[in-house]
């Protein structure tokens, strides 16, 4: 099903599932097509299980995309999760939630109205830097020397996961370094909502694939 996401953000039909699910809102139609990138601001990651329920997004075995019911979205980590522009859900992952409202308002005090704002005031700031009206990528340029461990850049039209000082291909099966790839001496482009990456400076680091770690 089309419902794995990308540090873009997009939704691809690929067969890997990853760690962590997440919502957007409805966006399939009655024959689980696709029609929408979005329905709300309040993108969120989730548990793949929680409860009753539990999501493996084997669409054979489960019933993914119900009418109604939102569309289930899937992402390799949580590092590919945070460039797309989805936060932790605050049911669910209730502690991590709490983690990212108190790092993410630190970092981002000029923005916001007070040091323990409201989710939808941190979806309103996150929609403006993850997504343009026709649906693509909104990103920014920064050098690549600025950038903290957990930010997602674009390369020659590929994903990198910046990590432990090396640049790591992204796939959604995991990453792999490509130690032959050169990093650019200029200005890179940023998938990562400036908000996330500020927050990562100051300390917060993203659930990462074990891929990255061997």
């Known amino acids: 099903m089309q419902n794995r996401v990308d540090p873009w953000g997009k939704l691809q039909v690929m067969p890997q ?23 709300h601001k309040g993108w969120v990651t989730c548990r793949l299980k929680y409860g009753e329920s539990t999501r493996t997004g084997n669409s054979s075995r489960e019933k993914l995309f119900t009418p109604g019911n939102y569309s289930e979205l899937f992402f ?13 859900c605050s049911q669910c992952r209730n502690k991590r939630y709490k983690e990212f409202k108190l790092a993410w308002a630190a970092a981002n005090r000029d923005r916001i109205s007070s ?17 343009l009206s026709e649906g693509e990528k909104n990103t920014y340029a920064a ?18 996961l910046v990590w ?3 640049l790591y291909q992204w796939s959604f099966s995991g ?9 650019p001496a200029g200005l890179v482009k940023v998938l990562t909502p400036a ?9 917060f680091v993203p659930q990462v694939d074990v891929s990255a770690f061997e």
Do not use: C
Request: aromatic share 6%.
């Open 76 to 88: 390799l980590d949580e590092a590919t999760a945070l460039a797309a522009g989805h936060r932790p």
């Open 175 to 183: 990453y792999t370094e490509d130690k032959a790839k050169r990093a």
């Open 143 to 160: 050098a690549l020397d600025s950038l903290p461990e957990g930010t997602m850049i674009e390369l020659d039209g590929k994903a990198f």
């Open 164 to 166: 432990r000082a090396r």
């Open 115 to 131: 040091d323990d704002p409201p989710y939808k005031e941190m979806d309103e700031v996150l929609q403006g830097e993850r997504a």
């Open 195 to 203: 908000s996330i990456v500020r927050m990562y400076s100051r300390g």
């Open 17 to 39: 599932r990853g760690v962590w699910m997440g919502n957007r809102g409805i966006l399939h139609n009655d024959e689980k097509q696709i029609v929408k990138p979005w329905q």
